[in-house]
Every structure is written in C-alpha cells, then in structure tokens.
C-alpha cells in the first residue's frame, strides 16, 4: 500500500553517549490512512561474538557462551492503536541512554546504528623509531639471498586517539632492489576467552599504501592513516573478550620480496 | 482663364497589355497539364502532446498545400523544446559563472592576468599525441545482486556499501585493449559522463568508483608521451567530480529560508552538511591506493571550507608531501601540478605550498636518470629529449603559479636552483615559459649561454630557444643587447637539421626581428627561412608557421611600399603552394593593406604584388565556393580596387580598370565596383567633349547605364548634368557642313530623357520631382523660335509624362532599382504634387493655344489644339467634367476655323466610339455625342 516507515536521528553524526538522550521523529508517510495497533519502539544494545570462518569447528567443540550480551534495552509505545492520516506523520521520541543492571557500555566497532561511548581514556604519546634492514628481520629462511636496503623512521606516536591519525615517517636511505610497494596494513586482533580456555583471531581491517613505485632516496615518505570508524574501537580488555589493534608497515620489493614491521597500538577516545 | 485641375486616366498596363494578346485558354479543374502544380492534402489527425514535454503543441490547420518538411517544425520541434525548458545545464552554469564574477572581485581569488588551465589543457591534447595502442584497465566489478537481507536492513545497507567500496579493488577487471587515441578519449569521456549520470541518480558509491578508477589511471606510465594528455583528461573527471560533491554539501546548506554566502564560515554550515562531507573524506582515506587516494581527496579540497577555516591550509602541506610516496617522478610532477592547480583555485594566498612542491620536484630530479626510469624508457623505446619534454607542461604550471605575483627576489632564487642541478634544460625551459617576461628578456644574454652550455642529449634545444623567443616577442631586452642576441639566436637556430624544429623556432623569432629591426634584417631571416624550407618541400608541413610568419610580418610593417620592397617576401609567398591555404594568406594580406593604407596609391610595386595577391584570391573562386566566401573575397579585392589611383592620368586609371575587369570577372561585386569606377570615369570625361548633343545623348546613356547598375546617385548626377546642359544648347548648329535648327533634336532628346525619367527615383534629400521641374525650369527659360510650337509639344510630353508618374504601378521599370511608384506608393501628397505640375502646365499650353488666334497662324492653332485633344483623349480621365468640357472646347476650336482635316476629325470620332465600347469606357459614349463634326461648306 506504499506505506512507508523511517526513523530519524536527531543528531547528524549518530553519535551518543551513556546518560544522554537519544531523540528523533519517526516518520510515517502514506497514500492513504492507516489503520494500525499502536507504534512500539525499542532500543536494543547488543554485543554479538560471532564465528569467524577460520575458527568455525573450534569454537562450536567448546564455547557455548558466546551467545549475544544485552548491555541496553528499553522500549516505548509512542502511539496507541488509531489510524494514521493521508500524507506526512511525523513522531517525536526520546530514549535515555542507561546500562542495563551493572554492565558496562562497550563502543560498537562495526555496522549498528547508535555508537555507545563507555569511560574517557587518558593518552600519552609514546614515539617509536624503527629501522628495518636485513638483519633487523626474523622469519628469514634464507638472510643471504636478500637484497640489502636501509629504511629508517618513526611512528609519532602508539598510543592513538582513535579520532586522530597515525602519523609518522619513513626513509629509504638504500635499497638494491627498487620498491614496488609501501603499505600500511591496520590489523585488529580480537581475543574471546571463556572457561574453556581462548581463541584468538586477527583481521586486517584497513589498508593504505604510502608508497607506489620506487620512491626517492632519503626523502621522508609521510605515514599518515585515518582509522576507519565503523572498524575501530579503543583498545578493549574485558573479562570475557579482547580487542586490540595493530599496524605493519609492508615494503614489497620489486623482486617480490615483503618485508614486513609490526607495532602494536594502543586506541582510545579522548 | 480658369485653371484646368488635371486628372489622369487610371491606366492598368498589364490589361492593356494582354488584350493585344491572344485570349488565355482556361483549363478545367481535372483535366490533365504536365505544369500543372502537384497539391498535396494531408488529412491531419489530431496530435496528442508529447508525454513529459512542457511546450504546448500548437496544432497547424492549414488544410491544403502543407509541405511535409514545415510540418515538423510546429510546435514540438524537439530543439526548440529544448531550449524553452530553460536548460539546467545552463542554468547552473550561469550560476556558475556569476558566482566567479562574484568571486572575481575579491582578491582572495586569482586575477585575470593568471593564465587559467582551461587555456594550456587544449595545448596539451593537441601536442602529446601517440599511434601506440592504448588500454584502460577498469576494475568495474559488476554490480552485486543485491538481495537485500530483511533482517537489521540498515547495517546491511552498511555493509553492503563497505563491500562496493572493497569491490573496486578485487571486483571483476575490465581490460579495454588496443585502443586508438580518439577511442581513448571517447571512452574517457563516457566515463566522465557516466560520473554525472550515477551522481544525477544518486548513485554516490558509484561515481566515487568511477572517480577512483579513473584516477587510478594516472599510475599507469605505458605509452608514456600519451601521459599529460590522459592527465588533462582524467583531472577533467576530477574537477566535475570535486565540483559535484562542493555543490552537493553547498546545496544542504541551504534551509528554507536563504542559501549559503559565497563566503561562508564553517560556523554556518549545519550538522547534516559537515557530517555528509565528513564521510566524504572518511571514504577517501581508506582508499587503499595511494594515487587515487591523492587525486580523490584533492578534487575535493575545496571541501574542506565546510568544515574548519584552516582545513585547506593544513591539508595543502599534507597532500604535498603525501606525494613524495609516488616512485614514478613524471607521475609524481603531474601530481604536484594537479594539487597546485587546485591550490591555486581554492585558496590562491597560499603560496608556501607551491613553492614546497616545486622545491620537492627538484630533490626528486635526479630520479630521472636512476635505472627504474632509464629501463622503462629502453623498454618503451622513448628517447631522452622526447621523454624530458613530457615534464614540460607540469613544470611550466607549477612554475607558473609560483611565479604569479612573486617578487623578484624569489624568481632569482629559483632560478639560481635551477641552475645547481644537473642537465638543467628542462627546468631552464620551464622558467623561461612561466617566468615574466620581462624578467626574461633583461637576462636574455645569460639564458643564451646558459642554453649553449647544455647537454646536446638532453631537452631539445630548440624548444629552449623558442621558449626565449617567446618571451623576447613580449617584452624588450636591454637597447645594447639587441643585435647581439639575434645574431647570437639565429646562428644556433640557423643549424637545427629538422625543418620543423626549425620553423617553429623561426615562427617565434621573426617577432622579435621585426620589433626592434629594419626591413634588411627580416629580409635575411626571410631567406634564410626559404633556404630551410624549400628543400624537399618540406614547407608543406609548415603551413600553419609560415602563414604565422606572414601574419607577424604584416602587422609590423603597414607601409606596403616597404613591405614588397623585401625581397623575398614575394618568394617567401611562393612556398604556399595548397590552394586554400596560399588564398588564407592572400586574405590576411589584403585585409592588412585594407585597415593600414591610408591614401590612394599608384605605386607600381605595390599594385603589382596586390594585383598578384588579388588575382590568387580571385582564382580560387569556383563552383563550389561559398556565397559568404565570395563575398568576403570580393570585399577585399574591392577594398584594393579603390585605394588605386593615378590622380589626374585618367586613361591610366581606364586601363587599370580594363585590366582589372579581366582579371575579376568572376566576381560580381567587383564588375560591380569597377562599373562605378568606369561611371565615375565618363562624368569626368564628358564635359570634355565639344559636340553639344553628343554630350547630352551621352549624359543620358551614362546616366541609364548607371541606373541599370543601381548606381542611383551617380544616375542622378548625370540627369541632373544633362538638365543643366539644355540651356546651352544653340539655335543653330552645325551638321555636315549645313548650319541647321536644333530644335527638331533638343525636341527628340527631351522626349528620350523624359521616358528615362519616369523610373528615375527621386532624390531622397531633394524635393519632390526634383529633375521633373527642373527640367521645367530650363524649358520655360530657353529661347525658343518665335514661330515654332516645339514648346507646347515638349509641354504635352511633360503632360504624358506626369500622367505616366501618376500611375499606381509604372509601365517599366529597371530591375532591382525602385522608381517613385514604389517609393511613394500612391501616397496622395505626391500625387497632389504631380497635379499641380500638371496644372501649370496646362495653363502654358492654353496661353500658348491663345496667342495662336490670329489668322496666319489658325493652321497651327487647329493643329496643336487637336493635338493636346488626343492626349487629353489618351492619358485624362474624361469622367471629370472639367476636362471633358476642355476636350469638347479643343475639338471645336481645332474645326472653328475650318482648317481642321476632316478624315483625321471623322476617325478620331470612330476612335472614340470604338473606345466607349471597352469597359468603363462608356463615359466616351457621351463624349462622342457631343463632338460634331462640322463638315466644309
């Protein structure tokens, strides 16, 4: 019949805090009138493990926890049963944001709608500096048959505000080989522990080449990478899961060598 | 004597005319007639409006003879639909450009002395062109069945997004192979118009892949002397894309009640806006790859105004650097001249930024010679010196935007850099084409050692020498330089080996030669260019330089006599051996002499090199040539014809026109403007004659031709002539030996002029009949016989002659010349005028007819009465009683002496009533019962 149903967040970037109040309309737009049982609207917070396809028999021999932890739920009858009008209706509502019981508000990392904001952190900028050459390397089957090269640089800092991005630079002092290749690879190691004992899994989340071709010699390259919001979380340690994040700095070389330097970073919001 | 009003006979000379003929024969409706006209009936059904179409459909009803070409075009004609529904594209664009003009006015913006891109792009397409095959590689995946999962549909909707995003890097690859050029660019252009297409259907994710896809693009370096042609057409799709996303995020600012400023602070812009364009660049900076990231993210800098007023400031530094990630350094240039381009638009004050990415180009510089490049060179078989002019137009810009405005101080210092590095002509190539002019020139002797000192292997030195000449042709170097620099110039160019490198650095260099020297320096440079272009024709490839040289040439020297004494123009005019491109040149000629002489020649050197000229021109008509371009061509040639003259040698002035006439006869308005000439020629010379009727008949038939020519005001000159000669003409003139009367002949010339002056227009600044009555004047003062009555018969012919003027349309006329029939049309003042005339001088004749009342003269009286009878008879209109009773008078006094011939009286009277038998004639009828005719006794 061309009914058609939407709901509109007041808040343009769909960002809210714990204690806050979560406001918008519901908007119901139809040819005709509409005969209906009253408008119920429920809000839902959901932290939802699921299995990853590399971990699939694994986790079913042994956890039967990871079912879905309700942290937030709460539900409003915004209209009682009527008609709605020809045209244009348009609902105002209004949700406070309250932790159910004594858990805690964990920000969501991926695809749902209302992002939660739990504790402010503190952050203390640690700088990094690296060097890779051949010998700075581990997992080497055979050291020799490398090319020799001299990268030098830093990282600004580990520890990140999720909102700013990682910064830092990168020198090829010498490389034999030409480069074909620099990227950034954003890696996030998520950890679901239970009685049973843990499962760790990481995915790349995010990936931003710095680099394409066989860059200048002692010219600082820039590693900057804005972290993606809908991927990202602050660094998280829970009880009963883990979240963390990663990044390598990947050089492939022209002769399809990679080198890769791993850094663990350390998220949170300011 | 009471005045007789006149009152000529309404004549229709056409019915006359045809019944003298035979009698039409009419044709009946159906029968057959191989003539007769095809008509078609178009039984028309009602149309039914187009769906969608906003004009109205204006039904034509005509029912017979409808052509079916015409009616096409009622109403719905789809391009005039087109253009009634006010056009968004041009709606949007006129926005657009008073938005700049708006913009223009503040000096946040750049002037109108910086030479936009828009200018070089077309340079670009046309200079770096390729016959290699060429591919573009699209990873287009295609669009996913998108099932939509009912369940939590908004992450979904998320998710699915995210994917499409991924998509573009893992989706299925499309490889368009072995492309040409213009496929290339065909294609670019469909994806350029595919971009506006996904975003006009809000299909934002896909014109962001496309955006990414194309500048993806840039990274490839295959075909390399193909690349800054693909640069200008990608960052074409580029600016439409930044363009698109600004006036998408600008246009949510605006709430109901007013849009945005043009110079808005982030502080006005709303939440949805900011958070819109916010993801925007989220989008952007997970783009994996580093070039599209780049291009992508700075398309869109101007979008940064939305969201903090130092966004741009901050982010301009950033982007620069970012480009230090890319190896390729010709890529990575056009990177830098793609971001200072973009600078330059949003945020001109901030030049840090440019200066940054020149000084980056410049540590990166030696890439060029490193092994990446140097192998993917051998491998594409690219020489260095093509290969190094590739950077030109991306140096030349960046340059050119840090050059804009700068201070000396800053010109010098890049110059000096450029000087420190390595195999410095490029660089020394892109200075001399950004840098002032002026600046330039006053260095000029360095920058002609600093090009000797380069590298034979490297940049081409004679695009060096061209860009110096360039500049040389815009500003002056020092007064003490001058020669020393030409000759410095010349003696490298002189030696190029390739004509064409050649030629385009001679098509610069005469500039210079012909601003600060004589006609003997730009002979020489004249010859020398012949030299180098004759051999193996090699100026058929040269046309559009040599016809540059020519132009250059004429706009300096205006004086003609100067210009054709350089020897080798007229040579130099030899190489164009195509047709249309040598009758080109002719026209700039012809046009120059044209606007610069100022007086009328008779040099000979100059009428024979036009004439020369001319005749190119004028042989180049044919067939096929186009209305316009005779037009144009006879103009021209026109133009010459009249600044020649030989003052008061008119028989070489005749000649010249004999002359011309046979050189030009194929076009009509110079036989025209030659008939002129010739017109012009008789009046000046008849005066000089000694026979009086000669002059006279020759005054006339000048006077004709020149009508016939619609040479209206040269006719009225000579009538008027003729007219002022009459009082002139003797009693007695001389012929074969015998001195006769001249009055037989002045009567028979009259008579000639009068039948000429019924179509002779009246002059527009002169009154009405202006020759008519002066002519009058002239017969009313000549001294006439005493016995003669030639008078009154040139008065009766006068009498014709008006009633002929007073006719609704005049028995002839002279084609496309319009005598006072259709000047006047009828109008009632002039016909007024004409009786009046008509009037007075009806009164002479009956004064005249008067003083005839004596006895040995009753033979004439008789004569002349019955005479102005039958004129009265054929040109009055006798339902006038007025004139009906002066007829009946003249037919008495013409038999009250009996002198009157009888016969003549009998058939006169058989005349009428034969007449009155005509239609509308039955007036005569009555007019015949009261004539009688008296019988001798």
């Known amino acids: ?270 | 004597m009471a005045a007789f009003p006149w009152h000529s006979r309404q004549r229709n000379y056409k019915t006359e005319l045809e019944s003298c003929r035979l009698e039409p024969v009419p044709l009946d409706f159906g029968d057959y007639h191989p003539l007769k006209p095809i008509t078609v009936t178009e039984s028309k059904t009602k149309k039914m409006g187009r769906k969608g179409s906003t004009s109205s459909t204006s039904s034509s009803s005509s029912s017979s003879m409808v052509d079916p070409l015409s009616s096409v075009l009622d109403g719905t004609d789809p391009l005039s639909m087109f253009a009634a529904t006010a056009d968004p594209m041009t709606a949007t664009a006129n926005m657009d450009s008073s938005r700049k003009k708006r913009d223009r006015d503040d000096n946040s913006t750049v002037g109108p002395d910086f030479e936009p891109w828009s200018c070089k792009r077309g340079d670009i397409l046309a200079r770096y062109t390729t016959t290699e095959k060429l591919s573009i590689n699209l990873f287009m995946g295609s669009e996913k069945g998108k099932t939509a999962t009912s369940s939590s549909a908004v992450s979904e909707k998320v998710r699915t997004r995210l994917e499409e995003l991924d998509d573009l890097e893992e989706g299925s690859q499309r490889e368009l192979l072995n492309l040409t050029q213009q496929d290339y660019m065909n294609r670019i252009e469909e994806l350029n118009q595919s971009l506006k297409d996904a975003w006009a259907s809000d299909q934002k994710v896909k014109a962001l892949k496309i955006v990414i896809q194309c500048s993806k693009l840039l990274s490839d370096t295959s075909v390399i002397q193909f690349y800054p042609s693909k640069f200008v057409l990608i960052t074409d799709i580029l600016d439409t894309f930044g363009k698109l996303v600004y006036e998408r995020i600008f246009s949510m600012c605006v709430d109901n009640r007013s849009a945005l400023p043009d110079h808005f602070s982030p502080e006005n812009v709303n939440d949805t806006a900011k958070e819109t364009c916010l993801n925007w660049f989220f989008k952007i900076a997970s783009i994996r790859e580093l070039i599209p990231r780049f291009y992508v993210e700075a398309a869109i800098l101007n979008c940064n105004k939305f969201l903090s007023k130092t966004g741009i400031s901050e982010c301009l530094p950033r982007l620069t650097c970012m480009i230090r990630g890319i190896g390729d350094p010709l890529v990575s240039v056009y990177a830098r001249a793609y971001l200072c381009r973009v600078g330059m638009e949003v945020a001109p004050h901030l030049k840090e930024n440019l200066n940054k990415n020149f000084f980056d180009f410049l540590l990166t510089f030696k890439q060029i010679h490193g092994d990446t490049v140097q192998n993917q060179l051998v491998v594409q078989g690219v020489e260095i010196p093509l290969y190094l002019t590739l950077y030109s137009p991306a140096i030349d810009w960046i340059l050119q935007c840090i050059a804009y405005h700068a201070p000396e101080v800053l010109l010098t210092e890049m110059m000096e850099r450029c000087k420190k590095l390595g195999n410095n002509a490029l660089l020394l190539n892109s200075v001399m084409s950004a840098f002032r002019a002026e600046f330039i020139a006053t260095r000029s002797m360095d920058f002609i050692g600093m090009i000797k000192e380069c590298d034979e292997s490297g940049f081409p030195k004679h695009l060096l020498f061209r860009s110096l000449g360039l500049n040389l042709a815009l500003a002056d170097p020092p007064e003490s330089d001058r020669l020393q620099i030409l000759n410095e110039a010349w003696k490298v160019i002189t030696k190029l080996k390739n004509p064409q490198d050649y030629i385009n650095c001679a098509e610069v260099w005469i500039e210079y030669t012909c601003r600060h020297f004589t006609k003997r320096e730009v002979n020489t440079v004249l010859a020398d260019v012949i030299k180098h272009m004759t051999p193996d024709r090699a100026f058929e490839d040269a046309y559009p330089q040599l016809h540059s040289i020519i132009k250059t040439i004429i706009a300096y020297f205006h004086d003609f006599s100067v210009l054709f004494s350089v020897e080798k123009f007229l040579p130099f005019l030899d190489m164009f051996q195509k047709e249309n491109v040598r009758v080109e040149v002719c026209k700039c000629i012809m046009e120059a002499f044209i606007k610069y002489q100022q007086e009328p020649t008779k040099d000979p050197v100059i009428l024979n090199a036009l004439l020369h000229v001319c005749k190119t021109m004028h042989d180049s008509v044919n067939a096929l040539t186009l209305e316009d371009e005779k037009r144009m061509l006879a103009v021209l040639i026109n133009g010459f014809i009249k600044m020649v003259s030989f003052g008061r040698d008119f028989e070489q002035q005749l000649s010249f026109y004999v002359e011309t006439r046979s050189m030009f006869c194929n076009l009509e308005p110079v036989l025209v403007q030659l008939i002129h000439a010739c017109v012009a020629f008789c009046f000046i010379t008849i005066p000089s004659l000694t026979g009086i009727f000669t002059r006279l008949n020759l005054y006339l038939h000048s006077g004709q031709v020149a009508l016939a020519n619609q040479c209206l005001s040269q006719a009225d000159a000579f009538f008027r002539a003729a007219v002022s000669l009459v009082p002139e003409v003797p009693k007695m003139i001389n012929i074969d030996g015998k001195m006769r009367s001249s009055e037989s002949f002045l009567l028979e010339f009259l008579c000639n002029l009068f039948s000429t002056l019924l179509i002779v227009p009246d002059h527009p600044e002169q009154g009405v009949l202006f020759l008519v009555r002066g002519l009058l004047n002239v017969i009313q003062d000549y001294t006439w016989e005493d016995n003669s009555d030639d008078k009154i018969r040139i008065y009766t012919n006068v009498l014709h002659l008006l009633s002929a003027m007073s006719q609704e349309t005049y028995l002839y006329h002279v084609d496309k010349v319009d005598s006072n029939d259709s000047l006047y049309g009828g109008d009632s003042k002039f016909l007024a005028e004409n009786n009046k005339l008509c009037e007075t001088v009806i009164t002479q004749i009956l004064e005249h007819l008067k003083t005839l009342g004596k006895d040995e003269t009753l033979k004439r009286q008789s004569v002349l009465a019955l005479s102005f009878f039958n004129s009265i008879l054929a040109h009055g209109d006798l339902r006038n009683n007025k004139l009906n009773q002066l007829s009946v008078n003249l037919w008495n006094l013409a038999q009250r002496h009996g002198c009157a011939d009888t016969r003549t009286m009998v058939k006169t009277l058989e005349y009428i009533k034969k007449r009155s038998k005509q239609p509308e004639m039955s007036h005569l009828t009555e007019l015949a019962l009261r004539l009688p005719l008296q019988t001798r006794t």
């Open chain 1, 1 to 270: 019949m061309g009914t058609v149903l939407d709901i509109k967040i007041k808040r343009a970037n769909k960002v809210y805090y714990a204690g806050e109040m979560l406001s918008g309309v519901v908007v119901i737009s139809s040819k005709d009138s509409v005969q209906h049982q009253g408008v119920l609207l429920t809000m839902e917070g959901l932290v939802n493990l699921q299995l990853s396809a590399k971990s699939v028999g694994m986790f079913e021999a042994f956890c039967n926890s990871v079912k879905p932890i309700q942290v937030l739920t709460s539900s409003i009858e915004i209209v009682k049963p009527g008609k709605f009008p020809s045209g244009k209706t348009e609902i105002p509502f209004e949700f406070p944001l309250h932790v159910k019981g004594n858990k805690v508000l964990y920000e969501t990392y991926h695809g749902v709608f209302v992002n939660i904001q739990p504790q402010k952190g503190k952050s203390t900028p640690s700088p990094v500096d690296f060097t890779i050459t051949p010998e700075t390397l581990q997992n080497v089957k055979e050291r020799a048959s490398l090319p020799k090269f001299l990268i030098r640089g830093h990282l600004n800092s580990t520890n990140c505000v999720i909102t700013q991005p990682l910064t830092g630079e990168l020198v090829v002092e010498y490389s034999e080989a030409a480069i074909k290749n620099i990227e950034l690879q954003l890696v996030r190691v998520e950890t679901c522990g239970c009685a049973e004992g843990y499962a760790r899994d990481a995915t790349e989340i995010q990936n931003i080449q710095i680099a394409d071709g066989d860059v200048c010699r002692n010219l600082s390259v820039p590693i900057y990478m804005i972290f993606p919001r809908l991927f990202t979380c602050p660094t998280l340690e829970t009880t009963n899961f883990k979240v963390e994040f990663e990044v390598n700095i990947v050089v492939l070389l022209h002769d399809d060598h990679l080198i890769t330097e791993n850094f663990p970073l350390k998220l949170c919001r300011i």
